[in-house]
T-cell receptor, first 116, second 112 residues
Framework: DTEVTQTPKHLVMGMTNKKSLKCEQHMGHRAMYWYKQKAKKPPELMFVYSYEKLSINESVPSRFSPECPNSSLLNLHLHALQPEDSALYLCASSQVPGHFAIAPLHFGNGTRLTVT | DQQVKQNSPSLSVQEGRISILNCDYT??????FLWYKKYPAEGPTFLIS?????DKNEDGRFTVFLNKSAKHLSLHIVPSQPGDSAVYFCAASGGNNNDMRFGAGTRLTVKP
């Protein structure tokens, strides 16, 4: 069982579609993260929210738009994606922003996104 | 710019033997290192970590060794079990503490 829940598990979308990925945790964690992982590549950090505020944006294209409505929820809004954006999108949370020595990341199972 | 490297994409060992997974890093600002384990269709799960002030950390069958001068760490699993078969990711953080960098992973297969 994972304590970070991501929906949907799979998503197929066209380049003109608008869709959203959702992530939820109820562990009281105050930092939430979006990672992107392509096959045989390391997870790459996209965004970090610390105490519901965006603290890191790793130069991600504007067709990806994160949102943190509250401390338990994290969304990733997708619009006008390209086929090369197809990847596994992983959400993670940690008890305290940074400070991985005391608060390692907890990952969800990911959303497998295919852009056609 | 891959700051954390796992040069072996795969490793196969016999049940009961030792598994050694290796990781190299380039950023001298990294001061905390973690290993994550990932089963298919699941997210990575935290396994074990080590601070740069230590050179060894042990947790049951899992031991992580850190060689700061060589910018190298390794994960030892003794004895290896078939249930250990998974992809293992090395990760590092430091400097900008809100960031964690991952290696590409090593797929471990433990044969019965």
């Amino acid at each position: 069982d994972t304590e970070v829940t991501q929906t949907p598990k799979h998503l197929v979308m066209g380049m003109t579609n608008k869709k959203s990925l959702k992530c939820e945790q109820h562990m009281g964690h105050r930092a939430m993260y979006w990672y992107k992982q392509k096959a045989k590549k390391p997870p790459e950090l996209m965004f970090v929210y610390s105490y519901e505020k965006l603290s890191i944006n790793e130069s991600v294209p504007s067709r990806f738009s994160p949102e943190c409505p509250n401390s338990s929820l994290l969304n990733l809004h997708l619009h006008a994606l390209q086929p090369e954006d197809s990847a596994l999108y992983l959400c993670a949370s940690s008890q305290v922003p940074g400070h991985f020595a005391i608060a390692p990341l907890h990952f969800g199972n990911g959303t497998r996104l295919t852009v056609t | 710019d891959q700051q954390v490297k796992q040069n072996s994409p795969s490793l196969s060992v016999q049940e009961g033997r030792i598994s050694i997974l290796n990781c190299d890093y380039t950023n001298s600002m990294f001061d905390y290192f973690l290993w994550y384990k990932k089963y298919p269709a699941e997210g990575p799960t935290f396994l074990i970590s080590i601070s740069s002030i230590k050179d060894k950390n042990e947790d049951g069958r899992f031991t992580v060794f850190l060689n700061k001068s060589a910018k190298h760490l390794s994960l030892h699993i003794v004895p290896s079990q078939p249930g250990d078969s998974a992809v293992y990711f090395c990760a590092a953080s430091g400097g900008n503490n809100n960031d964690m960098r991952f290696g590409a992973g090593t797929r471990l297969t433990v044969k019965p």
